[in-house]
């Protein structure tokens, strides 16, 4: 009897063995034990610390979607607002948003990205300061097998995957006919924004498709025309002092690039005492900008409806990291590929409609608007 039960005892451990050896499946099937085993609904890979969620074309980690956001700077207000807007709106979809700002140095947004990239995001929305250095950017990006979304700013000579923008050329002809309609006869001064930023160059294309039949027919003249480096309100102060010095403080109307050129350019008009004398337009509605509409001494802006960028290009990114069909509006040229796009409509925004736009909206509050207002 003792040699039965040893010998018992014997298959036993065999069998347990065995069953060690091959697994078990849940339909009494066995299997290798080098298969994969399920998780939840995640299947490991051969990396025991990382899995992809089904369904979902990523690999993350956490089964989170990361998207790197490489931002040129917060020197304008806009761009914190683009900031909040856009990290709010990727994690109500689900995606980790890892935020860098280079303060306009092109080094160190080169040197951001590659970290973002080492990091393991798996899609790069890019705000570029110059708009062709960061082609460098793509192609490490591209190495990575990282997708690249341009964030308003078109990124020159790259194969970028999609840019999602407002139509920049609108935003200059809503400039100009506004200023023209005030001023149809006269001269102009045009001061423009960073020369590396190609939204700069939109912006004056959209405002001389207006302007130029109008100096053709010598009812304009442009009399004073410069950039105003890295978007700086100083620099524009210094243009504008310039184009009065130039002309004899004898001109009738100004167009700046955004309000922070604006801002300075009107702060030379004050200490000349022409504020509030002669049109001067800006654009991104920010809260100085359009509190100046309200005070007489800056004539319109254009207002971009940032929420609904920022949402546009999350949405794009995370459909675009998990291998989903996106749709384009159309596609712009970067100089060497046909880019898919989606181009947001700018509106115009003067005294008349500040309050069904930008405060309807909830852009600005009524009472930061009109706090500086006349009682």
Not at 24 to 47: F, L, Q, W, Y
Not at 207 to 213: A, D, H, I, R
Request: net charge neutral; hydrophobic share 45%.
């Amino acid at each position: 009897m003792m040699t039965v039960f040893r010998n018992s005892r014997l298959v036993i451990i065999a069998l347990a063995l065995a069953g060690i050896v091959t697994g078990c499946t849940g339909d009494g099937t066995s299997k290798p034990a080098s298969a994969p085993a399920t998780i939840g609904s995640a299947t490991r890979n051969a990396e025991p610390d990382r899995y992809t969620p089904e369904g979902q074309s990523v690999d993350g980690r956490d089964g989170k979607i990361k998207v790197g956001f490489s931002m040129d700077s917060f020197q304008e207000e806009r761009w914190l607002k683009d900031r909040d807007l856009f990290k709010k709106a990727a994690e109500a979809l689900g995606a980790e948003v890892i935020v860098e700002s280079a303060n306009g140095d092109d080094a160190k947004q080169i040197l951001q990205a590659e970290s973002m990239i080492n990091k393991g995001i798996d899609i790069l929305v890019l705000i570029p300061h110059n708009a062709e250095s960061v082609a460098t950017i793509v192609k490490k990006a591209h190495s990575a097998g990282i997708k690249v979304i341009a964030y308003d700013r078109l990124v020159k000579n790259a194969d970028i995957d999609f840019y999602v923008s407002f139509d920049n050329e609108k935003v200059g002809e809503l400039q100009a006919n506004a200023i023209t309609r005030l001023v149809p006869k006269g001269k102009y001064v045009y001061i423009g924004g960073a020369d590396t930023d190609n939204n700069a160059h939109l912006f004056k294309k959209g405002v001389f498709n207006v302007l130029q039949p109008l100096i053709d027919k010598g009812d304009i003249t442009i009399v004073y025309d410069q950039w105003s480096k890295n978007w700086l309100p100083a620099k524009a102060i210094a243009n504008m002092k310039e184009a009065l010095a130039a002309n004899g403080d004898k001109i009738d109307a100004v167009i700046s690039a955004n309000d922070a050129t604006a801002g300075g350019v009107i702060q030379v008009l004050e200490s000349h005492g022409l504020a509030g004398k002669l049109p001067v337009a800006g654009q991104d509605a920010d809260l100085a900008g359009v509190q100046r509409i309200v005070s007489g001494t800056q004539t319109m802006t254009v207002y971009k409806p940032i929420k609904l960028l920022a949402e546009k290009a999350a949405e794009l990114a995370v459909k675009l990291a998990k291998t989903e069909k996106v749709d384009a509006d159309r596609k712009v040229n970067n100089g060497k590929i046909e880019v898919p796009s989606v181009l947001l409509p700018p509106v115009a925004v003067d005294i008349s409609n500040i309050d069904a736009t930008i405060i309807a909206d909830g852009f600005h509050s009524r009472e930061d608007v009109y706090k500086f207002a006349k009682r």
